[in-house]
């Protein structure tokens, strides 16, 4: 079983920055693809971003150029560095793990998740 535990979430005002860290405990076989995604209130549940274990990223087309994803293998820990945000990237966002040799972008892939840490943007 793999446990992912969010953090760093808030409040930002828009064009602000915010980073969020997902560690993940439990089977490393299971965690080689990290990924990002994030659901407002009313949406589904959509792909922000993912990293490969050898550090290959994807991205969506709305957080391209202002998000970047990172790792760090040896903590168990994923990065999302969170640039110019704006209103429309007020969500909750959710850390997963998928076995993938490669990032991927559909949810069906990620077979664990976090429990999701809230990102509010103000204008």
């Known amino acids: 079983q793999v446990q992912l535990r969010e953090s760093g979430g808030g409040l930002v005002q828009a064009g602000g920055s915010l980073r969020l860290s997902c560690t993940a405990s439990g089977r490393p076989g299971s965690t080689i693809t990290m990924g990002w995604f994030r659901q407002a209130p009313g949406d589904e549940r959509e792909f922000v971003g993912a990293i490969g274990w050898s550090a290959g990223t994807r991205y969506a087309d709305s957080v391209k150029d202002r998000f970047t994803i990172s790792r760090d293998n040896d903590q168990n820990t994923v990065y999302l560095q969170m640039n110019s945000l704006k209103p429309d990237d007020t969500a909750v966002y959710y850390c997963?793990?998928?076995?993938?040799?490669?990032?991927?972008?559909?949810?069906?892939?990620?077979?664990?998740w976090g429990q999701g840490t809230q990102v509010t943007v103000s204008s």
């Open positions: 997963a793990a998928s076995n993938t040799a490669v990032p991927v972008t559909t949810r069906s892939w990620y077979a664990y």
